[in-house]
């Protein structure tokens, strides 16, 4: 998929909340300030930086959705809901 003329590929989690891009693929301005909280597959939590709506070219079948998705650190993976993308 495409996002901000960059290349991502993402991993697709059917289970998800919400879908995951890492700070390195957002513009700063871009970014929203957020009050979710991430709640991790190990109980753990983290403060995402923000969330952002942004473009996504599916480059598969190219067509183009805007997608809902909460920013993070650059050491995170990048994560999709594959319901948002149907």
Same mark, same amino acid.
């Given at each position: ?21 890492? !700070?390195?693929?957002?513009? +700063?301005?871009? &970014? ?8 991790? %597959?190990? /109980? ?18 190219? !067509?183009?959705?805007?997608? +809902?998705?909460? &920013? ?8 999709? %809901?594959? /319901?948002?993308?149907?």
């Amino acid at each position: 998929m495409k996002v901000n003329d960059c290349d991502i590929c993402f991993q697709l989690d059917t289970g998800a909340g919400v879908n995951i891009i890492t !700070s390195n693929f957002v513009r +700063k301005e871009q &970014v929203i300030p957020t009050e979710i909280t991430l709640k991790m %597959w190990n /109980g753990s939590k983290s403060q995402p930086l923000g969330e952002a709506t942004l473009d996504v070219c599916r480059l598969k079948h190219n !067509s183009v959705h805007r997608i +809902k998705f909460i &920013v993070v650190q650059r050491d995170f993976s990048c994560f999709a %809901w594959l /319901g948002e993308f149907d």
